[in-house]
């Protein structure tokens, strides 16, 4: 048994809770904060098998791979004269994981 | 030193939290959910000698264990003509506790 | 890679934070609870070479150490009667961290 703890953006929480329970496996998620940015975050345990530690890396690669999006900022600033302009779309990167896998010396369910 | 990892119930936290202190053991609480019912739940931290990992787990076994539990819904829900029905009781399923023992490699009190 | 576990007082966790990302350190803060006094406390989750554990314990130590804190109570409790007196200052013991420091098998970043 391995406990693989991965923070991730919130942003790709639900869609990786979804990819790990379609794949049968299970996990509990704590509400973080990044020590750098300060911003909120999501922090996964998710308990598996020794031999299914590669899978739910995979699933967890899929969902969270750092990758540009492409936002057009939802609110047009209109400046103090009351002219808008439009919101033109900008590239940002999102996404990432950081993923330590710890071993699990004991697993009870009671 | 073990850290052992418990994931339970809300509702058997306070009792889990009272039993371990009352046995001179030590915890932290952390509010999680749920990864398939997305409820809220609770994960304890508990440091404990090596030699008390049994003790830890009797305790949470004996105040989170499955069991049956007889509720009567709280509001009795009357239908549009006004008229209202006697609750029932109703037996559902509680308790339960995931737990995960790790191997601490070094314990520092600052 | 070790996975160091720091519970500690609220107050010091910005401090702390600030601390390790001077030294070019990760880190990941989790709101907590104390299993005994049951106030909020702080759990920071830091990924580090293994070579660097002792020198994030230093850096814990210096900013959590145990200490005495001369505090002015904020209020002055003024009687019914109206009168009020002038509050003097107390010793209080604040600080404190409880360290677990766990070994990680795998670390990855998506
Ligand atoms: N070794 C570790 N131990 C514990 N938690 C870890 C960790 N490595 C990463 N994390 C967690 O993952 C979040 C995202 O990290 P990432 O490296 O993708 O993205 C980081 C990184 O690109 C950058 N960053 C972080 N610390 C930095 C530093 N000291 N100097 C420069 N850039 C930093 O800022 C982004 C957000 O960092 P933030 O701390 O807010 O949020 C971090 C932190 O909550
Ligand atoms: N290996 C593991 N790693 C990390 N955390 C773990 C874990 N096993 C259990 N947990 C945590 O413990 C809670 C209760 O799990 P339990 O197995 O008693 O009770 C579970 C189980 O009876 C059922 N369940 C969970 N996942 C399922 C799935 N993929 N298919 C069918 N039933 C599932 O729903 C209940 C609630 O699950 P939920 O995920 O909301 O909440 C879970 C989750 O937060
Ligand atoms: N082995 C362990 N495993 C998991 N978490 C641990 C731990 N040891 C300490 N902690 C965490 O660190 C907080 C501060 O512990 P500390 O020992 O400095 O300061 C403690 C200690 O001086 C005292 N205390 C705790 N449990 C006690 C007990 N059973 N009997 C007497 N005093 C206790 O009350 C203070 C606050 O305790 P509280 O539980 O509210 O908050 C604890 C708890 O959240």
Known sequence: MKLVVAVLQDKDAPDLLQALVDSGY????????GGFLREG???L????ESG???EVLDIVKKVCRTR????????PIS???GESYVPYPVEVTVGGATVFVLDVERFVQV
């Not at 999006?69 to 939802?74: C, S, W, Y």
């Open 26 to 33: 299970r996990a509990t998620k704590l509400s973080s904060t």
């Open 41 to 43: 975050n999501t922090t």
């Open 45 to 48: 345990l998710v308990g598996c």
């Open 52 to 54: 299914a530690v590669g």
């Open 68 to 75: 540009e999006q492409t936002v057009t900022p939802l609110t």
């Open 79 to 81: 400046g103090s004269t």
